[in-house]
C-alpha cells in the first residue's frame, strides 16, 4: 500500500522569506503522480503543483517549485517570497497512473500548517 | 465554467440516523470521488464512481456506500451514524484515466454528530 508521511505538522516563516515543506512518500510502482495541495480555512483543496514521477525535471508554477528525489522517495515544495495568503493547510499526495493499482485515489499525507508572519 | 459544488455545507446529525449528501462535478468531468477528512488530518479516500458503477473503495464500511447518476452527479450515504463519523466531506471530480488530470475539489460538507 502507497504511504505518503509529512513529518513537519507546523511551519512558519517571515512574509517575503523562504520556506520549504518536507514530504516522502512509499509506493512499489514506477508510473505515478505528486502533487502539493493547500487548504485554506475556507476548507477548498486547492491544487498548487504536481509532479510525474518520469520527469526528471523539478516542477515549477511561479512562486511554487518542487525538490523530487525518485531514488530517495521525497517529494519537497520550496515557496519563495512568501505572501500573507499563503497560510494554509498543505498536503502531499500520491496517485498512480492508469493500470496502477491505486488509479485514480488520492492518498494524502497528514498536513503541515503554514503560518506567515508579517 | 462551473466548479466542483457540495450540499449542504453544514449538517447536524445524532447517533443512528441517516444522512444524504450531494456533489455535482466540475463542467465536462465524469469522475467523482468522495474523501473523509476528520479535523487535524489528511483527506482519506472513500470511494470512486464513474459510469454509475463503484470503481475503488477504500477501506470503510458498507454503512458507506454512493451512487452516482447520468448526469455525473453524485451522493454519499451513511447509514447508522456514529461519533467517528464527524468529519468534513470532500468531493471530487476528474476525468476518468485521463493522464495527470488532476481531481478538483468542492469546498465540502461538514458533519457533526451528536
Known amino acids: 500500500a502507497q504511504t505518503v508521511t509529512q513529518s513537519q505538522p507546523e511551519m512558519s516563516v517571515q512574509e517575503a522569506e523562504t520556506v520549504t515543506l518536507s514530504c516522502t512518500y512509499d509506493t512499489s510502482e514506477s508510473d505515478y503522480y505528486l502533487f502539493w495541495y493547500k487548504q485554506p480555512p475556507s476548507r477548498q483543496m486547492i491544487l498548487v503543483i504536481r509532479q510525474e514521477a518520469y520527469k526528471q525535471q523539478n516542477a515549477t508554477e511561479n512562486r511554487f517549485s518542487v525538490n523530487f528525489q525518485k531514488a530517495a522517495k521525497s517529494f519537497s515544495l520550496k515557496i519563495s517570497d512568501s505572501q500573507l495568503g499563503d497560510a494554509a493547510m498543505y498536503f502531499c499526495a500520491y496517485r498512480a497512473n492508469a493500470g496502477g493499482t491505486s488509479y485514480g485515489k488520492l492518498t494524502f499525507g497528514q498536513g503541515t500548517i503554514l503560518t506567515v508572519h508579517p | 465554467d462551473a466548479g466542483v459544488t457540495q450540499s449542504p455545507t453544514h449538517l447536524i446529525k445524532t447517533r443512528g440516523q441517516q444522512v444524504t449528501l450531494r456533489c455535482s462535478p466540475k463542467s465536462g468531468h465524469d469522475t467523482v470521488s468522495w474523501y473523509q477528512q476528520a479535523l487535524g488530518q489528511g483527506p482519506q479516500f472513500i470511494f470512486q464512481?464513474?459510469?454509475?458503477?463503484?470503481?475503488q473503495r477504500g477501506n470503510f464500511p458498507d454503512r458507506f456506500s454512493g451512487h452516482q447518476f447520468p448526469n455525473y452527479s453524485s451522493e454519499l450515504n451513511v447509514n447508522a451514524l456514529l461519533l467517528g463519523d464527524s468529519a468534513l466531506y470532500l468531493c471530487?471530480?476528474?476525468?476518468?484515466?485521463?493522464?495527470?488530470?488532476?481531481?478538483?475539489f468542492g469546498d465540502g460538507t461538514r458533519l457533526s454528530i451528536l
Open positions: 471530487a471530480s476528474s476525468l476518468w484515466r485521463t493522464r495527470g488530470q488532476p481531481q478538483h
Open positions: 464512481y464513474y459510469e454509475e458503477e463503484e470503481r
